[in-house]
C-alpha cells in the first residue's frame, strides 16, 4: 500500500501522542522515594561535600580544584534495592547538564537499570535518557509481579542532586534481601584509581564502564575514583585511599603521567598506602597498548618509557618484601584488533568488557580474594 508524505507524518504523530499518554498514565500510577533510603554503593567516605560525591570534604583544601570538581561526577555509584513491582520508573536532576562530542549523554548523564535472575546472572533492562537537568524514566514496565534485585547505576560524567526511584503503587520498595553485589563493609570493596578510562569514559551508558562490569563480574562493591585527565599521583589521593576500608586497591593512573611524573612521585604515593596497609592487595596497570598508538611512534616510545619505570618501581617494592603488589600488563587490557575504543583512546562498551574481564581474572586469581 503506498503511502504519501502526510499519512506518514499522521501515522507518526498519533504513535508519539498515544506513546506519550500511555507514558503519563504509567507514571501517575508510580509512587517515587528518595534513593537515599536505599543502598548506595561505589561511595568511599560518609562525610561528602553531598550525598552522591565521591571525596572526603575534610580533604578539600589538599586536593587539587580540578580533582575536587570531577568528584562531584557520581562516577561508579549504583544503587542497590529490592522490589516486586511490574513496572520502574526514576526521576533524576543532575548536577552541570554536561555534554561530549565522544560519549553519548545516556552515558554522560543517564542512568541504567539491571536485575539479577535467577541463573543468577544480572540483566540489562533499561536506559534514563537525559534530556536536560530534570530528568524523568519509564526503565521497565509490563513485568510479572515478582520480587527482583535491582541496581540503577549513576551518571559517569555528572553529578547528581536528586534522585527518585518508582514502582507500582502498591508494591514493595526496599533495601537488598541478599547479599549479591551488596555494600561491603568488611574490607572487601575494590578501589580503583585512574583516568578517563576509569571514570567511564566513553561507555555507552553507567553499568558498561569496566568498574560497573568488574562489579557484577566478581560480585564486589567498587569504588570508582577515576578522574578525567588528573590521575597524577596526588599524595592527598593515597591518603583518602587509605581511609577507605578496602584490602585490594587497582592503579590505572599511567595514561595520566609522564615519565618523570612516575619517576618523581610514583614510589612515594605507593609506600603510602603500603605503609597505611601493609597487607593490602595492590595492582599496578600499565599503559594499555591503546590502538593509536600503533602507528605514533613517538607516543609509543614514550609509554613504553612509563611502562619500563612502573614497573621497576613494581620490582623495587617487591624485593622490599611487599608480596601483595601485583603487575597487569596493559598489551592484553583492549584486545589486538584495534576495535575496543571510540577515539583510539578512550573506550567502547567492547573494549571496556575486555578490560573488565582482563582485571577480573588477576583480582579472581588471588588465593585472598
Not at 548536577?95 to 546472572?121: A, C, I, R
Not at 537488598?176 to 555507552?204: F, W
Not at 577507605?244 to 612515594?268: E, H
Amino acid at each position: 500500500m503506498h503511502m504519501n508524505i502526510k499519512s506518514i507524518i499522521f501515522l507518526f504523530t498519533s504513535l508519539f501522542s498515544t506513546f506519550s499518554y500511555a507514558y503519563a498514565q504509567n507514571l501517575e500510577n508510580i509512587r517515587f522515594i528518595d534513593a537515599k533510603e536505599l543502598m548506595l554503593l561505589g561511595k568511599g567516605f560518609e562525610n561528602t561535600e553531598s550525598y552522591y560525591t565521591r571525596l572526603p570534604l575534610d580533604q578539600k583544601n589538599e586536593i587539587r580544584p580540578e580533582v575536587w570538581d570531577l568528584g562531584r561526577n557520581s562516577a561508579g555509584m549504583a544503587v542497590r534495592f529490592y522490589s516486586n513491582t511490574t513496572t520502574v520508573a526514576v526521576k533524576w536532576k543532575i548536577l552541570n547538564n554536561f555534554h561530549m562530542n565522544h560519549m553519548p549523554d545516556t552515558g554522560v548523564k543517564g542512568v541504567d537499570l539491571y536485575s539479577l535472575e535467577g541463573n543468577g546472572q544480572w540483566y540489562y533492562m533499561g536506559t534514563g535518557k537525559p534530556v536536560g537537568v530534570e530528568n524523568k524514566a519509564i526503565l521497565s514496565d509490563c513485568m510479572e509481579r515478582k520480587g527482583r534485585e535491582y541496581i540503577l547505576y549513576l551518571p559517569l560524567y555528572d553529578g547528581i542532586v536528586d534522585l527518585e526511584i518508582g514502582v507500582d503503587s502498591t508494591a514493595e520498595l526496599s533495601l537488598p534481601r541478599n547479599n549479591r553485589l551488596v555494600k561491603c563493609n568488611d574490607g572487601k570493596a575494590i578501589i580503583v584509581y585512574g583516568t578517563s578510562i576509569t571514570q567511564g569514559g566513553c561507555a555507552s551508558r553507567p553499568g558498561m564502564a569496566y568498574t560497573s562490569i568488574l562489579g557484577r563480574m566478581l560480585d564486589r562493591e567498587v569504588i570508582n575514583l577515576g578522574f578525567s585527565g588528573n590521575a597524577r599521583l596526588d599524595n592527598s589521593l593515597a591518603k583518602a585511599i587509605c581511609r577507605i576500608n578496602s584490602n585490594t586497591v587497582v592503579l590505572d593512573c599511567l595514561p595520566n603521567t609522564t615519565a618523570q611524573m612516575l619517576k618523581d612521585s610514583a614510589y612515594k604515593f605507593l609506600r603510602i598506602i603500603l605503609d597505611a596497609k601493609p597487607g593490602i592487595r595492590l595492582y599496578m596497570v600499565e599503559n594499555p597498548l591503546f590502538p593509536a598508538l600503533r602507528f605514533n611512534n613517538k607516543i609509543m616510545t614514550e609509554l613504553s618509557e612509563e611502562n619500563w619505570i612502573w614497573r621497576s618501581i613494581y620490582l623495587r617494592l617487591r624485593r622490599e618484601g611487599f608480596n601483595n603488589v601485583n603487575y597487569i600488563k596493559g598489551a592484553e587490557l583492549v584486545g589486538e584488533d584495534n576495535e575496543g575504543t571510540v577515539d583510539g583512546v578512550h573506550m567502547s562498551d567492547l573494549g571496556f568488557y575486555r578490560y573488565a574481564n582482563i582485571l577480573s581474572k588477576y583480582l579472581s586469581s588471588s588465593k585472598h580474594f
